[in-house]
């Protein structure tokens, strides 16, 4: 199984980082020149992969296997391309990494047995750089560029091909190892821990169960969770979609106040010529803003995966059931909806993290239709006579209850085969930018806070 180890990078000395720098604005400059021949090819019913080569104008300043690296990265991208267009699904060809002028996505990518990397107190990255740069740099012939390494490998494997990138607007270079790990590796448990389980063995890579959990995932509760345990779990997300809102409204006030600015070519032409002036719309203000945002909410998801995937796992829980995303993606008639679901919690992405997450575990995720679970009631089956306001589903025959728990239920009894134990008083947890925690109470882990019953009450069968 592929994982990833990330890590910061520091060059030791000035340089050294013009040096790096130099070496990933190289490479980004090979792959724009890349893409542009092959978009020209592809744009005039020409082939893409009849490309030039460009190992001679590269080779001194990259060296010859990263500039192979950085064309076979180029494509890659085009062969997702033409698989995505053959699905019939949506696609743009590959574009570019920035331009000279206003600025290159600087990035490279190195062959996995042409870097070293030594992990302990001082760890060190070291990796090739072409003739050009060591005379220029002051690099003995066989020298390569060492770099200092800040942090620790969580995984342990073969490693792949690693991508290096620079961040311009925090000013630090970060490295992507991708390393292959044995599947027998992935479980922490060890066997000697369940001596009462017989035939361990086979429980390895494996809960020690065969318990069943259904997720409706929304975006005001990010995730309800019901177990044939009898176990719910409702993430509430408000609270973090409202610091999203503020980011998103305070980039909005500062690209308001950006001022208009006119390209190269337009400044040398009259202004009788009648163009109007380029507005600009980023600054590193606001690219800052961007990525705090995003990271943000990826630390906020990342832990919520693994917090719920790590509770349904010491359940026993082998199978996972949770809505295709169709009718969650459908464009709503509300902004405020809109900008929850596809910009807020970015569903996609969760549920491919989620399903990252369960097959490390061991747990099979299983997409299904979850289609009027949300407005079904439990008791009496009917969804056209149910009202769903903010968290409560109330119906006619005199049912309440909290709306994404009962919905959550409801997608796990129409699913599992399982008997469903009756369900406890729900668990309820809140972000504190660390953990999926809350305020403690008494006799409660403080990672456990419990529903309201007047707003969640118990919806046994």
């Not at 696609?91 to 190195?110: F, M, Q, V």
């Not at 970060?174 to 066997?191: E, G, H, N």
């Not at 063995?201 to 069943?212: G, H, I, Q, W, Y």
């Amino acid at each position: 199984m592929k994982r990833v180890n990330t890590f910061e990078v520091i060059p030791q000395t000035e340089n050294d980082k013009e040096c790096l720098l130099r070496l990933l604005d190289a490479s980004a400059s090979l792959w724009n020149e890349l893409t542009y021949e092959r978009r020209q090819n592809y744009f005039g019913d020409g082939d893409v992969w009849d490309t030039s080569e460009y190992r001679g104008r590269y080779n001194g300043v990259v060296g010859s296997a990263t500039v192979q690296q950085v064309t076979r990265k180029n494509s890659e991208a085009w062969r997702s391309f033409f698989a995505l267009k053959e699905n019939g699904e949506y696609a743009n060809p590959p574009s570019y990494w920035g331009n000279e002028e206003d600025g290159r996505e600087l990035r490279t990518y190195i062959r996995n047995n042409q870097y070293t990397i030594e992990w302990g107190k001082r760890s060190r990255l070291e990796i090739p750089v072409g003739q050009e740069l060591k005379d220029e740099y002051g690099l003995g012939y066989h020298e390569r560029l060492h770099l200092e390494v800040r942090g620790n490998p969580k995984w342990d494997g073969k490693q792949g091909r690693l991508e290096l990138e620079y961040d311009e607007v925090s000013d630090t270079f970060r490295a992507f190892q991708p390393v292959t790990v044995p599947d027998s590796r992935l479980d922490s448990r060890k066997i000697e821990d369940f001596p009462e389980v017989e035939n361990a063995k086979r429980f390895r890579n494996s809960p020690l169960a065969s318990e069943e959990a259904a997720l409706d995932v929304g975006a005001n509760n990010l995730v309800a969770c019901s177990t044939t345990t009898g176990n719910q779990y409702l993430y509430d997300g408000r609270e973090l979609f409202g610091r999203f809102r503020e980011t998103t409204d305070e980039i909005a006030r500062l690209q308001s106040k950006l001022p208009e600015r006119r390209s190269l070519s337009e400044s040398r032409k009259t202004e009788s010529s009648g163009r109007l002036c380029e507005k600009r719309y980023s600054s590193k203000r606001i690219r800052r803003l961007y990525r705090q945002r995003t990271k943000r909410r990826d630390h906020a998801q990342n832990a919520l995966v693994r917090d719920l995937v790590e509770r349904l796992y010491d359940e026993g829980v082998a199978t996972v059931y949770v809505g295709d995303l169709t009718d969650v993606l459908e464009t709503h008639w509300s902004v405020r909806v809109n900008e929850k679901t596809h910009n807020f919690w970015a569903f996609k992405k969760f549920i491919h993290r989620l399903a990252c997450v369960c097959k490390e575990y061991g747990i099979s995720l299983e997409a299904e239709s979850e289609a009027w679970t949300s407005q079904t009631c439990p008791e009496c089956g009917d969804h056209e006579k149910t009202i769903r306001h903010e968290d409560t589903l109330t119906c006619p025959c005199g049912f309440e209850g909290h709306a994404d728990l009962t919905a959550s239920e409801t997608f796990l009894r129409e699913n599992s085969d399982c008997e469903i134990r009756p369900m406890a008083r729900p668990v309820r947890f809140e972000w504190d930018d660390h953990d999926w925690s809350g305020k403690p109470h008494p006799h409660e882990s403080p990672k456990e806070v419990r529903t309201n019953p007047q707003v969640a009450p118990w919806v046994g069968s």
